[in-house]
């Protein structure tokens, strides 16, 4: 992503006026997509939900974590299919680590699919570790469940990734 490009963007607070948006960008990103009450309850619990808009006011990510004590927990994070391969997501990473680091949390958390090899290289070249698998954890097809993986990234200090450092 350029830094002209980048400079465009804009990470704002998700609002009950953008859940709609939301979730037309969650259904047709999954085939077991969150529902208009979990990004609901989200709001009302005070979650860090953020939204990624261009210059013209359009979605192009979004993502949802929950503060804990010294740590923050990735609950979802999500950029529109067509959007996908453009750095959106990392610059999406990037703005939560700094929000761990204003909070001082010193450990970002996530679960993923493990058949999203995509998300999980992702992750990975971002500084995450997996730390364990949590079974049967998603919805699958044929009304089957399937593992998570659980990763973990270090945030600040000396063995942690600090905003800075993602530049």
């Not at 700094?98 to 010193?106: F, I, P, V, W, Y």
């Not at 570790?129 to 009304?143: E, S």
């Amino acid at each position: 992503m350029s830094a002209s490009h980048s400079s465009s963007l804009r990470l704002l607070p998700m609002t009950q006026q953008s859940v709609d948006l939301v979730l037309g960008i969650e259904e047709s990103a999954y085939a077991f997509p969150w529902t208009r009450g979990n990004f609901v309850d989200s709001l009302a619990a005070n979650h860090i939900c953020r939204i990624l808009c261009d210059e013209r006011g359009a979605v192009l990510a979004y993502f949802i974590a929950m503060p804990g004590v010294d740590e923050m927990h990735l609950l979802n994070i999500t950029v529109v299919p067509g959007a996908q391969g453009h750095g959106h997501g990392r610059a999406l990473l990037r703005a939560l680590v700094k929000l761990c680091e204003d909070r001082a949390a010193s450990e970002l958390w996530l679960e993923v699919r493990q058949s999203n090899h995509r998300a999980l290289r992702i992750y990975e070249r971002f500084g995450f570790v997996g730390k364990g698998v949590r079974k049967r954890y998603y919805p699958a097809a044929g009304d089957t469940r399937e593992d998570a993986v659980v990763m973990s990234l270090g945030i600040g200090g000396a063995s942690g990734v600090t905003s800075h450092a993602l530049e």
